[in-house]
Protein backbone atom coordinates (compact mmCIF):
# COMPACT_ATOMS: atom_id res chain seq x y z
CA UNK A 1 0.00 0.00 0.00
CA UNK A 2 1.37 3.44 -0.90
CA UNK A 3 1.02 6.16 1.57
CA UNK A 4 0.28 9.30 0.52
CA UNK A 5 3.41 12.09 1.63
CA UNK A 6 1.70 15.44 3.03
CA UNK A 7 4.29 17.52 2.10
CA UNK A 8 3.23 20.91 1.75
CA UNK A 9 4.25 21.12 -1.96
CA UNK A 10 2.34 17.48 -2.91
CA UNK A 11 -0.72 17.86 -1.63
CA UNK A 12 -3.76 17.50 -4.14
CA UNK A 13 -5.33 20.88 -4.93
CA UNK A 14 -8.93 19.56 -3.35
CA UNK A 15 -6.91 19.39 -0.03
CA UNK A 16 -5.26 21.89 -0.44
CA UNK A 17 -8.76 24.04 -0.67
CA UNK A 18 -10.10 21.77 2.23
CA UNK A 19 -7.07 22.81 4.57
CA UNK A 20 -7.84 26.33 3.59
CA UNK A 21 -11.13 26.78 3.90
CA UNK A 22 -10.49 25.21 7.37
CA UNK A 23 -7.48 27.45 8.73
CA UNK A 24 -10.27 30.09 7.49
CA UNK A 25 -12.75 28.80 9.78
CA UNK A 26 -10.45 28.39 13.10
CA UNK A 27 -8.58 31.59 12.58
CA UNK A 28 -12.39 33.63 12.42
CA UNK A 29 -13.29 31.73 15.34
CA UNK A 30 -12.57 33.61 18.99
CA UNK A 31 -13.51 32.97 22.61
CA UNK A 32 -14.13 35.24 24.84
CA UNK A 33 -13.26 33.79 28.34
CA UNK A 34 -15.09 35.05 31.77
CA UNK A 35 -15.03 33.66 35.50
CA UNK A 36 -15.71 34.50 38.75
CA UNK A 37 -18.66 35.16 40.71
CA UNK A 38 -21.75 32.89 40.88
CA UNK A 39 -23.73 35.76 41.99
CA UNK A 40 -23.37 37.44 38.87
CA UNK A 41 -22.70 33.88 36.42
CA UNK A 42 -26.26 33.85 35.58
CA UNK A 43 -26.12 37.31 33.83
CA UNK A 44 -23.25 36.71 32.08
CA UNK A 45 -24.72 33.52 31.29
CA UNK A 46 -27.91 34.94 29.88
CA UNK A 47 -25.73 36.96 27.85
CA UNK A 48 -23.11 34.86 26.66
CA UNK A 49 -26.20 32.54 25.69
CA UNK A 50 -28.24 35.35 23.56
CA UNK A 51 -24.85 36.75 22.05
CA UNK A 52 -23.70 33.17 20.95
CA UNK A 53 -27.07 32.97 19.31
CA UNK A 54 -26.75 36.25 17.81
CA UNK A 55 -22.97 35.13 16.29
CA UNK A 56 -24.56 32.29 14.79
CA UNK A 57 -21.60 30.58 16.72
CA UNK A 58 -18.70 32.49 14.99
CA UNK A 59 -17.38 34.00 18.82
CA UNK A 60 -17.47 31.22 21.49
CA UNK A 61 -18.08 32.88 25.08
CA UNK A 62 -17.32 30.34 27.71
CA UNK A 63 -18.75 32.00 31.84
CA UNK A 64 -17.00 29.93 34.74
CA UNK A 65 -17.65 29.70 38.25
CA UNK A 66 -14.72 29.98 40.54
CA UNK A 67 -15.96 32.61 42.85
CA UNK A 68 -15.28 36.73 42.82
CA UNK A 69 -11.53 35.84 44.06
CA UNK A 70 -11.02 33.06 42.26
CA UNK A 71 -12.15 34.79 39.33
CA UNK A 72 -9.90 38.29 40.14
CA UNK A 73 -6.74 35.77 40.63
CA UNK A 74 -7.27 34.24 37.05
CA UNK A 75 -7.75 37.78 35.35
CA UNK A 76 -4.72 39.40 37.38
CA UNK A 77 -3.03 36.57 35.59
CA UNK A 78 -4.19 37.17 31.92
CA UNK A 79 -6.12 34.12 31.91
CA UNK A 80 -9.46 35.63 31.40
CA UNK A 81 -10.83 38.33 29.38
CA UNK A 82 -13.84 39.76 31.82
CA UNK A 83 -13.85 38.78 35.67
CA UNK A 84 -17.56 38.74 37.24
CA UNK A 85 -17.30 40.20 40.87
CA UNK A 86 -20.18 40.36 43.47
CA UNK A 87 -17.75 43.06 45.37
CA UNK A 88 -15.38 45.71 44.19
CA UNK A 89 -12.09 44.60 43.23
CA UNK A 90 -9.69 44.43 46.69
CA UNK A 91 -6.40 46.38 47.36
CA UNK A 92 -4.32 43.05 47.38
CA UNK A 93 -6.08 42.04 43.60
CA UNK A 94 -5.28 46.04 42.37
CA UNK A 95 -1.61 45.19 43.10
CA UNK A 96 -1.55 41.98 41.38
CA UNK A 97 -2.86 43.24 38.23
CA UNK A 98 -0.13 45.73 38.34
CA UNK A 99 2.08 43.44 38.90
CA UNK A 100 1.49 41.33 35.59
CA UNK A 101 0.40 44.72 33.81
CA UNK A 102 -3.26 43.94 33.58
CA UNK A 103 -5.38 47.19 33.53
CA UNK A 104 -9.04 46.78 33.65
CA UNK A 105 -12.22 48.67 32.68
CA UNK A 106 -14.96 48.18 35.86
CA UNK A 107 -18.65 47.62 35.09
CA UNK A 108 -21.30 47.90 37.18
CA UNK A 109 -23.98 45.79 35.63
CA UNK A 110 -26.53 45.15 38.66
CA UNK A 111 -27.95 45.43 41.90
CA UNK A 112 -28.18 42.08 43.89
CA UNK A 113 -29.87 41.88 47.08
CA UNK A 114 -28.29 39.31 49.43
CA UNK A 115 -30.66 37.03 50.91
CA UNK A 116 -30.74 35.23 54.74
CA UNK A 117 -32.66 31.62 53.64
CA UNK A 118 -34.28 29.44 55.57
CA UNK A 119 -35.99 26.14 55.58
CA UNK A 120 -40.45 26.48 54.82
CA UNK A 121 -40.64 24.54 58.13
CA UNK A 122 -38.71 27.42 60.32
CA UNK A 123 -41.55 29.40 61.56
CA UNK A 124 -39.42 30.71 64.12
CA UNK A 125 -36.60 33.10 62.92
CA UNK A 126 -38.69 34.90 59.88
CA UNK A 127 -37.10 38.25 61.10
CA UNK A 128 -33.73 38.33 61.97
CA UNK A 129 -31.68 40.78 62.85
CA UNK A 130 -28.06 41.90 61.76
CA UNK A 131 -27.03 41.35 65.39
CA UNK A 132 -28.51 38.09 65.43
CA UNK A 133 -26.92 37.24 62.40
CA UNK A 134 -23.55 38.61 63.60
CA UNK A 135 -24.00 36.22 66.68
CA UNK A 136 -24.62 33.36 64.75
CA UNK A 137 -21.46 33.93 61.96
CA UNK A 138 -19.07 35.96 63.79
CA UNK A 139 -15.19 33.48 64.50
CA UNK A 140 -15.99 33.54 68.29
CA UNK A 141 -19.39 31.65 67.34
CA UNK A 142 -17.36 28.85 66.52
CA UNK A 143 -18.32 25.87 68.93
CA UNK A 144 -20.39 28.00 71.02
CA UNK A 145 -23.32 29.34 69.63
CA UNK A 146 -24.70 26.14 68.30
CA UNK A 147 -28.06 26.27 69.04
CA UNK A 148 -31.20 28.77 68.16
CA UNK A 149 -31.76 28.99 72.00
CA UNK A 150 -28.44 30.48 72.18
CA UNK A 151 -29.17 33.26 69.74
CA UNK A 152 -33.14 33.70 70.85
CA UNK A 153 -34.19 32.25 73.91
CA UNK A 154 -37.60 32.27 72.39
CA UNK A 155 -36.13 30.15 69.68
CA UNK A 156 -36.32 26.08 69.52
CA UNK A 157 -33.49 24.67 71.33
CA UNK A 158 -32.08 22.40 68.76
CA UNK A 159 -28.91 22.53 66.84
CA UNK A 160 -28.59 24.83 63.61
CA UNK A 161 -26.80 23.79 60.59
CA UNK A 162 -25.31 26.76 58.51
CA UNK A 163 -24.75 27.10 54.70
CA UNK A 164 -22.57 30.10 52.99
CA UNK A 165 -20.08 30.57 49.92
CA UNK A 166 -16.54 29.54 50.57
CA UNK A 167 -13.56 32.12 51.33
CA UNK A 168 -13.65 32.60 47.49
CA UNK A 169 -16.55 34.24 46.96
CA UNK A 170 -17.13 37.83 46.78
CA UNK A 171 -20.73 37.09 48.36
CA UNK A 172 -18.96 36.08 51.54
CA UNK A 173 -16.48 38.54 51.83
CA UNK A 174 -19.21 40.88 51.40
CA UNK A 175 -21.93 39.32 54.11
CA UNK A 176 -19.06 39.16 56.50
CA UNK A 177 -18.00 42.66 56.39
CA UNK A 178 -21.81 43.84 56.24
CA UNK A 179 -22.69 41.82 59.47
CA UNK A 180 -19.59 40.89 61.44
CA UNK A 181 -17.66 43.91 60.59
CA UNK A 182 -14.79 42.31 58.52
CA UNK A 183 -14.34 40.94 55.37
CA UNK A 184 -13.69 36.88 55.91
CA UNK A 185 -14.34 37.02 59.45
CA UNK A 186 -16.69 34.25 60.11
CA UNK A 187 -16.93 31.20 62.08
CA UNK A 188 -15.04 27.85 60.35
CA UNK A 189 -17.86 25.25 60.97
CA UNK A 190 -20.36 25.51 58.01
CA UNK A 191 -21.04 23.89 55.13
CA UNK A 192 -19.02 26.44 52.28
CA UNK A 193 -19.54 25.61 48.19
CA UNK A 194 -18.87 28.33 45.70
CA UNK A 195 -21.71 26.53 44.39
CA UNK A 196 -25.19 28.34 44.97
CA UNK A 197 -26.82 25.22 44.53
CA UNK A 198 -25.10 23.30 47.04
CA UNK A 199 -26.36 25.85 49.67
CA UNK A 200 -29.91 25.88 48.05
CA UNK A 201 -29.63 21.82 48.41
CA UNK A 202 -28.36 22.31 51.70
CA UNK A 203 -31.49 24.52 52.82
CA UNK A 204 -33.91 23.00 51.51
CA UNK A 205 -33.52 19.76 53.46
CA UNK A 206 -32.72 20.44 56.85
CA UNK A 207 -35.28 22.03 59.11
CA UNK A 208 -32.80 24.01 60.98
CA UNK A 209 -30.92 25.15 58.09
CA UNK A 210 -29.89 28.66 57.69
CA UNK A 211 -27.48 30.32 54.59
CA UNK A 212 -27.01 33.05 52.57
CA UNK A 213 -26.41 33.78 48.67
CA UNK A 214 -27.57 36.42 46.18
CA UNK A 215 -31.24 37.11 45.30
CA UNK A 216 -31.58 35.06 41.85
CA UNK A 217 -30.89 31.68 43.48
CA UNK A 218 -33.29 32.35 46.24
CA UNK A 219 -35.98 33.08 43.47
CA UNK A 220 -35.45 30.28 41.63
CA UNK A 221 -35.44 28.01 44.50
CA UNK A 222 -38.62 29.79 46.62
CA UNK A 223 -40.92 26.69 46.23
CA UNK A 224 -37.96 24.91 48.38
CA UNK A 225 -36.48 28.16 50.56
CA UNK A 226 -37.91 31.09 52.53
CA UNK A 227 -36.01 34.56 53.00
CA UNK A 228 -35.83 35.95 56.48
CA UNK A 229 -36.63 39.45 56.95
CA UNK A 230 -33.68 41.10 57.75
CA UNK A 231 -33.95 44.17 60.50
CA UNK A 232 -31.15 46.37 59.91
CA UNK A 233 -32.87 48.78 62.61
CA UNK A 234 -35.85 49.80 61.13
CA UNK A 235 -37.86 46.58 61.48
CA UNK A 236 -37.33 43.47 59.44
CA UNK A 237 -37.30 43.95 55.66
CA UNK A 238 -37.74 41.36 52.90
CA UNK A 239 -35.20 41.45 50.01
CA UNK A 240 -37.52 42.29 46.55
CA UNK A 241 -37.24 44.86 43.42
CA UNK A 242 -39.03 47.73 45.65
CA UNK A 243 -37.26 47.28 49.03
CA UNK A 244 -33.54 47.40 46.76
CA UNK A 245 -34.94 50.33 44.56
CA UNK A 246 -35.88 52.39 47.42
CA UNK A 247 -32.71 51.66 49.84
CA UNK A 248 -34.91 50.42 52.68
CA UNK A 249 -33.06 46.86 52.13
CA UNK A 250 -29.88 47.38 53.93
CA UNK A 251 -27.03 46.54 54.91
CA UNK A 252 -27.73 43.94 52.21
CA UNK A 253 -28.32 45.34 49.00
CA UNK A 254 -24.46 45.56 46.66
CA UNK A 255 -23.51 46.32 43.19
CA UNK A 256 -22.49 43.41 41.59
CA UNK A 257 -20.15 44.23 38.18
CA UNK A 258 -17.76 42.71 35.63
CA UNK A 259 -14.38 43.79 34.76
CA UNK A 260 -13.12 43.82 31.87
CA UNK A 261 -9.01 43.48 30.65
CA UNK A 262 -8.47 46.56 28.87
CA UNK A 263 -6.02 44.94 26.49
CA UNK A 264 -8.83 42.35 25.53
CA UNK A 265 -10.87 44.81 24.79
CA UNK A 266 -9.57 45.65 22.10
CA UNK A 267 -10.51 42.81 19.84
CA UNK A 268 -13.13 43.01 18.16
CA UNK A 269 -15.05 40.00 19.67
CA UNK A 270 -14.78 41.60 22.92
CA UNK A 271 -15.72 44.77 22.32
CA UNK A 272 -19.03 43.30 20.36
CA UNK A 273 -19.77 41.36 23.18
CA UNK A 274 -19.40 44.24 26.07
CA UNK A 275 -21.37 46.32 23.62
CA UNK A 276 -24.06 43.70 23.43
CA UNK A 277 -24.00 42.94 27.41
CA UNK A 278 -24.56 46.49 28.17
CA UNK A 279 -27.60 47.03 25.66
CA UNK A 280 -29.51 43.66 26.40
CA UNK A 281 -28.23 43.39 29.88
CA UNK A 282 -30.32 45.27 31.38
CA UNK A 283 -33.50 43.35 30.37
CA UNK A 284 -31.53 40.27 31.01
CA UNK A 285 -30.66 41.24 34.56
CA UNK A 286 -34.42 41.31 34.88
CA UNK A 287 -34.87 38.07 33.53
CA UNK A 288 -32.47 36.70 35.80
CA UNK A 289 -34.12 37.99 39.10
CA UNK A 290 -31.83 40.80 39.58
CA UNK A 291 -32.53 44.49 39.51
CA UNK A 292 -30.99 46.65 36.36
CA UNK A 293 -29.29 49.98 37.19
CA UNK A 294 -30.56 53.01 34.99
CA UNK A 295 -29.81 53.18 31.35
CA UNK A 296 -27.65 55.96 32.10
CA UNK A 297 -25.12 53.30 34.23
CA UNK A 298 -24.67 51.17 30.89
CA UNK A 299 -24.73 54.51 28.42
CA UNK A 300 -21.65 55.04 30.89
CA UNK A 301 -19.47 52.07 30.78
CA UNK A 302 -19.85 51.96 27.47
CA UNK A 303 -18.17 55.12 27.69
CA UNK A 304 -15.83 54.39 29.69
CA UNK A 305 -15.06 51.13 27.30
CA UNK A 306 -14.12 53.86 24.43
CA UNK A 307 -12.22 56.21 26.48
CA UNK A 308 -10.17 53.47 27.82
CA UNK A 309 -10.90 54.36 31.37
CA UNK A 310 -8.94 52.30 33.31
CA UNK A 311 -9.26 51.31 37.06
CA UNK A 312 -11.80 51.32 40.05
CA UNK A 313 -13.86 54.30 41.68
CA UNK A 314 -13.68 52.10 45.30
CA UNK A 315 -10.00 52.42 46.27
CA UNK A 316 -9.87 48.32 46.94
CA UNK A 317 -13.36 48.29 49.37
CA UNK A 318 -16.45 47.52 49.40
CA UNK A 319 -19.18 49.82 50.85
CA UNK A 320 -21.45 49.06 52.90
CA UNK A 321 -25.44 50.28 52.70
CA UNK A 322 -24.70 51.64 49.14
CA UNK A 323 -27.90 52.48 47.14
CA UNK A 324 -28.29 52.29 43.20
CA UNK A 325 -28.29 56.21 43.65
CA UNK A 326 -25.52 56.46 45.19
CA UNK A 327 -23.46 54.32 43.08
CA UNK A 328 -24.34 56.34 40.55
CA UNK A 329 -23.11 59.01 42.37
CA UNK A 330 -19.24 57.75 42.15
CA UNK A 331 -16.82 59.44 40.72
CA UNK A 332 -15.46 57.92 37.41
CA UNK A 333 -12.10 58.19 37.26
Known sequence: MKLLNFKSNSIPATLGALFSVASISIASADTIKIDGSSTVYPISEAVAEDFQIAKRGKIRVTVGISGTGGGFKKF??????????????????IDACKKTGVQYIEMPVAFDALTVVINPKNDWSKVITIAELKKI??????????????????????????????????????FTEAVVGKAKSS???????????????????????????????????????????????????????????????QPLSRPIFIYVNAKAAKRPAVKEFIDFYMKKGPALVKEVKYFPLPKEAYALNLEHLKKKKIGTVFGGESKMGMKIEDLMKQKRI
Open 76 to 93: CRGEIDIADASRPIKQQE
Open 137 to 174: WEPAAQGKITKWSHINPAWPNAKFKLYGPGADSGTFDY
Open 187 to 249: RGDFTASEDDNVLVQGVSRDKNGLGFFGFAYFVENQKKLNAAAVDGGKGGILPSAKTVEDGTY
